[in-house]
């Protein structure tokens, strides 16, 4: 096995792993001076081993003079689990190869110190297994992804306050997909109130999804038998109003991603506070002519001014369409 196919083993091993956050997913590979394959180890989650450590583990003698191969820089620091650069040390690790540079300052710089105890370090492409993740390290806060599913003229529910449902059964599924991929998903008071709805995932294709923490932003009480409160995952009231410090507070709950689910008003005080990162919009080929839009005023009052997203991908889903898009300015 060569390096280039070591690392594509180590992105796949890093995959394996379901939810990590706060973590990232990383997977190594230990390969002795002729190549074979000597140790192979992933991330499972916080407060496990590192993919480094658990290589080494499965290596055991064999790491003396072999060649680890990792989708990140390892980390020098100790967290809930010792620096990994030191496990190499000890190991007797030979030469090191990186897929990516770890973003966060505060793990970064194992590069370094393996450079510096005499280990051979070297850089080889991996593919971007934790794009949102390095993302919200970098902003350092959570990445917020905002689903909508409206109408042809923007509209998320009827006057009546009928909401269900707007879009159909293929849309709903890519939405239950959209929650397993994010730490949390998040509605305010308003939209448990109107709609009781339930937020976990649940999907054809996995019995047992990992599920997302489920936040209600608002000061209102939620009512006890709301279906939001049942045990299929966690869930967790915010009495707040400003996205940031919401934001924060997930932060120190290890959600590095969040999936903004609505309604109007909480979309809107994200939108003012330019704390959107991606939009997924589902429009539905429907027109209801009255009723709440997408999103509540929130701030431009001339065409200028207008928050710009780019469009990445636009699909037929089922009779819907879906559109992908990022921040056009100011994100990383
Ligand atoms: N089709 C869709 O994609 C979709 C998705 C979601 C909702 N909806 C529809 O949206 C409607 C509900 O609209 P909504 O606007 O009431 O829902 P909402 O935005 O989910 O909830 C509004 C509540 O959020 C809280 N909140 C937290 N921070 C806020 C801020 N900065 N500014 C304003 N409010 C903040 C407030 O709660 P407190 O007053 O308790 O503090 C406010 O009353 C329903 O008809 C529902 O069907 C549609």
Known sequence: VDEQQAMARAAELALLA???????????????????????????????????????????????????????????????????????????????????????????????????AGVEVAELPAPDLNPRWERAVALGRPVVVWKAAATLDGRVAAADGTARWITGPHARREVHRLRAQVDAVLVGTGTVLADDPHLAVRLPEDPAPSQPLRVVVGARPIPPDARILDDAAPTLQIPEHDPATVLARLWDAGVRSVLLEGGPRIAAAFLAADLVDEIVWFAAPALLGAGPGAVAPFGPATIADARRFAVTTAAVVGADVRIDLVRASGGV
């Open 18 to 116: 379901g939810r990590t956050s706060p973590n990232p997913r990383v997977g190594c590979v230990l390969l002795a001076p002729d190549g074979a394959v000597v140790g192979e180890g992933w991330h499972r989650g916080a407060g496990q081993p590192h993919a480094e450590v658990e290589a080494l583990h499965a290596a055991g003698d064999r790491a003396r003079g072999a060649t680890a191969v990792v989708t990140l820089e390892p980390c020098s620091h100790t967290g809930r689990t010792g620096p990994c650069t030191e496990a190499l040390l000890a190991a007797g690790v030979a030469r090191v190869v990186i897929g990516r540079r770890d973003p966060n300052p505060l793990a970064a710089g194992g590069a370094g110190r393996l450079a510096q």
